[in-house]
Nanobody, 124 residues
Framework: QVQLVESGGGLVQPGGSLRLSCVAA???????IGWFRQAPGQAREAVSC????????TYADSATGRFTISRDSATNTVYLQMNRLIPEDTAVYYC??????????????????WGQGTQVTVAS
């Protein structure tokens, strides 16, 4: 059973915007949900996460001021609005959930369910 389904990636010019979406299965229990990315030859890194209990959010320094994470609890969907994109944002973006993260909730190793990923390419 597919637990997380991402969409919204694509090719965009520098300075442009994209919105990623991730729909979580209703049966999937999680305490936190987030977006991560992995560029070729680099480690997977956190971009932004939201804690389910109180809606608290956190962002990587590279995302602060440009990206916004939001969650629609009615549809169990999390979004990542990405503005002012730069070539360094090029990566495969993954949605993931953690079944146990609480106080600290945005490290990749805390996440146990992962989506298939969606490619984001920023180039002119």
């Amino acid at each position: 059973q597919v637990q997380l389904v991402e969409s919204g990636g694509g090719l965009v010019q520098p300075g442009g915007s994209l919105r990623l979406s991730c729909v979580a299965a209703d049966s999937l229990y999680y305490t936190a949900i987030g977006w991560f990315r992995q560029a070729p030859g680099q480690a997977r890194e956190a971009v932004s996460c939201v804690r389910r209990s109180d809606g608290a959010t956190t962002y990587a320094d590279s995302a602060t001021g440009r990206f916004t994470i939001s969650r629609d609890s009615a549809t169990n969907t999390v979004y990542l609005q990405m503005n002012r994109l730069i070539p360094e944002d090029t990566a495969v973006y993954y949605c993931a959930t953690s079944s146990f993260a609480t106080t600290y909730y945005c490290g990749p190793t805390l996440y146990d369910y992962w989506g298939q990923g969606t490619q984001v390419t920023v180039a002119s």
